[in-house]
């Protein structure tokens, strides 16, 4: 069943309006109900507002994820001139893609530091005040980046495993993020023949891999 919410205003189209700015849809996203029409009363006394309940067709989405849509989308109208934000969700992540930027650098940041800092006030937002996803992680991306950087990662984890056990000596890795260590640990799993193992370095972690010792 599709997200449903409940919303009063002077008229049918006033409460419909404002239930689909607080949910970030257009009006073609959503099936509305009329749960009560507007009256005057007499002379201004005993008036009663519009109600609506209105129900989002993509029953995929969580209320969570709507509302960090609406929330990454008003953050870049003060960043970037032209975005697009798409939306897909999984069991427990809220994935956001940003596209249509000529500002992809500004969005990325430094080693991706901009993207981690919008998943975190995103994901501050969006998880006030609603229950259906609030478990969900917020996963931004912009244009591919994270992609290609995991591909990046997982394809220099391949050629170091490969060099290790080919002259048996540990090899250290550029300092990584928490994420990117993530990417790491997965692509390591799948390398037999060598063992890693994580060390701090002037506060930034990275990891080492090493050749694996062989059991007698």
Do not use: W
């Not at 893609?97 to 000529?102: E, P």
């Not at 984890?157 to 290790?164: G, P």
Request: net charge positive.
């Amino acid at each position: 069943m599709g997200i449903v919410l409940e919303k009063e205003g002077k008229t049918v189209s006033e409460a419909t309006i404002s239930a689909c700015e607080e949910l970030g849809v257009s009006r073609g996203e959503i099936d509305v109900e009329v749960l009560q029409e507007s009256s005057k009363g007499i002379f201004g006394i005993g008036g009663k507002n519009a109600k609506v309940r209105i129900t989002v067709k993509n029953d995929k989405l969580s209320e969570k994820g709507l509302k960090s849509k609406k929330a990454l989308e008003s953050i870049l109208e003060y960043l970037v001139p032209t975005y697009s934000v798409g939306i897909r969700e999984t069991m427990d992540r809220i994935k956001l893609d940003i596209k249509d930027t000529n500002d992809k650098g500004l969005l990325i940041g430094k080693q991706g530091e901009m993207i981690k800092a919008l998943e975190y006030v995103v994901g501050k937002i969006s998880g006030r005040s609603c229950e259906d996803g609030r478990e969900k992680r917020i996963h931004i991306d912009v244009d591919g980046y994270k992609r290609r950087r995991e591909d990046k990662i997982s394809r220099l984890i391949k050629d170091t495993a490969k060099k290790v056990r080919k002259i048996k000596k540990p090899i250290s890795l550029e300092p990584m993020s928490a994420s990117e260590r993530r990417t790491a640990y997965i692509a390591l799993k799948r390398e037999g023949g060598v063992g890693y193992e994580t060390k701090i370095d002037r506060n930034q972690k990275r990891i080492i891999i090493t050749p694996q010792q062989s059991r007698g």
